[in-house]
Nanobody, 128 residues
Framework: AVKLVESGGGSVQAGGSLRLSCVAS????????TTWFRQAPGKEREGVAT????????YYADAVQGRFTISRDNAKNTVYLQMNSLKPEDTATYYC?????????????????????WGQGTQVTVSS
């Protein structure tokens, strides 16, 4: 099994930055791809960004493209989400999720059913 623990959330003003971390433990060798999701109150959970464990391919949601950067440090079993130019609409609980598969079903990188392992979430609040 794999355990994921997120950290780094908090409250910032619009235009500010935060860096989220997702630390994996357990059978980390099973992880092939890690994705950050977020869920705002009253809204469905959505994919934010994804990164593969073995190569540099990343994908981003249109809403965060150019502002957020996902990266990984395999030696530390950690995936980061650097969030710049934050907006009030980025307010949400952010979750990291990991999957043992590399395949994308019809190109969908944020299909929740693909992810076996989930963290508990970290809250990000952006005020205007």
């Amino acid at each position: 099994a794999v355990k994921l623990v997120e950290s780094g959330g908090g409250s910032v003003q619009a235009g500010g930055s935060l860096r989220l971390s997702c630390v994996a433990s357990g059978d980390t060798g099973n992880i092939r791809r890690t994705t950050w999701f977020r869920q705002a109150p009253g809204k469905e959970r959505e994919g934010v960004a994804t990164v593969y464990s073995s190569h540099a391919t990343t994908y981003y949601a249109d809403a965060v493209q150019g502002r957020f950067t996902i990266s990984r440090d395999n030696a530390k079993n950690t995936v980061y989400l650097q969030m710049n130019s934050l907006k009030p609409e980025d307010t949400a609980t952010y979750y990291c999720a990991a999957t043992p598969t590399t395949a994308l079903y019809m190109g969908h990188w944020a299909r929740e059913s693909d992810f076996n392992y989930w963290g508990q979430g970290t809250q990000v609040t952006v005020s205007s």
